[in-house]
């Protein structure tokens, strides 16, 4: 489901699914990287999003993107659904410039 913060299969790793569902199963999806907010320096605003997770503060990293193997994708632990526009806005950076 896009949105939904998913914890890799292989470790500790967070991903947030940025790839919308086609109705198609793609072998990768579209996602970014969300960290503790501890764990990042400065942020660059509108590309990396400050979101609460468990209680605690992460950061998505749009601008760290990568399409990873679904199946590498382990149990949801969140969603950033609050944050949609500021994801939506960060793609829309990233790809038109504006």
């Known amino acids: 489901m896009q949105g939904a913060i998913h914890r890799l299969r ?5 991903v947030c699914r ?20 501890s764990d990042w320096g400065a942020l660059t605003p509108k590309l990396h999003v400050p979101i609460t997770l468990n209680a605690e503060a992460h950061v998505v990293l749009m601008s760290q993107m990568v399409a990873i193997p679904g199946a590498a994708m382990g149990p949801v632990v969140g969603d950033v659904w609050a944050w949609r526009d500021d994801i939506v806005a960060a793609v829309d950076l990233l790809v038109w410039g504006f």
Not at 24 to 32: Q, S
């Open 18 to 37: 940025v790839q919308t569902d086609l109705g198609v199963e793609t072998p990768y999806v579209l996602c970014a990287p969300v960290l503790p907010r």
């Open 10 to 14: 292989d470790g500790d790793e967070l």
